[in-house]
C-alpha cells in the first residue's frame, strides 16, 4: 500500500509565491519519478514538473517560474512556484512512479490541492 499525500496550496495574489510538498508513504523498494500536474476547470491535466535521477523538466509555461526538488531520505517532492499568474490556477496533483516488488512498479497519485490565485 503507498499513500501520495499533499501539503500547501491555497490563495495568493498574482506575483506571489507558494510552495507544495508530497510525501510518499507506504511498502516502497524506491521511486523512480515524481513530479507535478495540474487540471483547471474544463482542462485536461497537464504537467507542470517531473524531476527523474536529479533531472527535471518543465513546460514553457512554468519555466523559470516553478522548481521542483525532492528529499529522497523522505520520499518527499517539493514544487516552489514563484511569480504566479492567474493562468496558474488549477488543482494541483504529485505524481510518482514507485516500485513496490521485484516486478511491480506503478503510479501513484496524491489527493489534490486547489491553487488559486487572484487578487
Known amino acids: 500500500q503507498v499513500q501520495l499525500v499533499q501539503s500547501g496550496g491555497g490563495l495568493v495574489q498574482p506575483g506571489g509565491s507558494l510552495r507544495l510538498s508530497c510525501a510518499a508513504s507506504?511498502?516502497?523498494?524506491?521511486?523512480?519519478?515524481m513530479g507535478w500536474y495540474r487540471q483547471a476547470p474544463g482542462k485536461q491535466r497537464e504537467l507542470v514538473a517531473v524531476i527523474t535521477s536529479g533531472r527535471t523538466n518543465y513546460p514553457d509555461s512554468v519555466k523559470g517560474r516553478f522548481t521542483i526538488s525532492r528529499d529522497n531520505a523522505k520520499n518527499t517532492v517539493y514544487l516552489q512556484m514563484n511569480s504566479l499568474k492567474p493562468e496558474d490556477t488549477a488543482v494541483y496533483y504529485c505524481n510518482a512512479n514507485i516500485r513496490t516488488g521485484l516486478f511491480d512498479i506503478a503510479d501513484y497519485w496524491g489527493q489534490g490541492t486547489q491553487v488559486t490565485v487572484s487578487s
Open positions: 507506504g511498502s516502497i523498494i524506491s521511486i523512480i519519478t
